[in-house]
């Protein structure tokens, strides 16, 4: 309940700031009922914001990420990632409880924000998806629904401690990916569908993705 309470008060202030920046979005109408995982890719501090934003001001459903443990290094900082719906990830082992917690979330119902390059690009460019979207989906045996992030590598870049004051992020959604997997789950199928996955973001984020620089 303290957690839900927290989160409309950050929701109430944190959305329209953060849809200021925003310019135009294309594919709403592609969001599956249900659960399902967003891959998206990652050029700013903003983009998980505005996916976040974006799904509760059109569906009241909201998105929730799992954040590696290191990003709650002090108490605001975990009262944030409280207060807006994160899974701490313990990343230097495997993490079968935060899995399990997000495949639960997922099966009744939930979104879960992923970022298949695992990190914010440094440089703008789109690099090599790591395969914990397809994992997560597969797990969940939930669709995925690619979603291609402009513009907010110049609004926000890493250097900078602020975004620039300007409405410009264009946000494009593509359709759900079904997974039907009738075969073992190898490092090889699992990166060929992450490639795929990969593809299509580039598709929608007008970034190049190439499948033989990222193996």
């Not at 605001?76 to 979330?105: M, Y």
């Not at 939930?110 to 597969?138: N, Q, Y």
């Not at 110049?154 to 990916?177: C, H, S």
């Not at 996955?197 to 598709?203: A, G, N």
Request: some cysteine; proline content about 5%; glycine content about 8%.
């Amino acid at each position: 309940m303290a957690g839900k309470l927290r989160y409309k008060l950050f929701a109430s202030w944190l959305i329209p700031i953060t849809l200021s920046f925003v310019k135009e979005v294309e594919g709403l109408e592609n969001a599956p009922e249900g659960g399902f995982v967003i891959a998206a890719n990652h050029e700013s501090y903003i983009d998980p914001l505005i996916i976040k934003a974006l799904f509760d001001r059109n569906f009241s459903r909201i998105v929730f990420y799992l954040t590696k443990k290191e990003a709650y290094g002090s108490l605001l900082k975990k009262f944030f990632f409280d207060s807006v719906g994160t899974i701490p990830v313990d990343r230097q082992k495997r993490d079968d409880g935060a899995l399990e917690e997000a495949v639960k979330n997922l099966k009744s119902g939930g979104i879960a924000g992923v970022f298949p390059e695992g990190t914010r690009s440094k440089d703008g460019k789109l690099h090599k998806g790591k395969t914990g979207a397809v994992r997560l989906a597969l797990a969940a045996q939930c669709p995925i629904l690619p979603i291609g992030i402009s513009n907010t590598f110049e609004l926000w870049p890493p250097q900078k401690k602020f975004p620039r004051l300007e409405k410009e992020a264009v946000i494009k959604i593509g359709k759900p990916i079904t997974i039907n997997l009738h075969e073992i789950a190898t490092k090889e199928v699992l990166r060929s569908l992450t490639n795929n996955l990969m593809q299509k973001i580039s598709e929608l984020s007008g970034q190049e993705y190439v499948e033989d620089e990222n193996k």
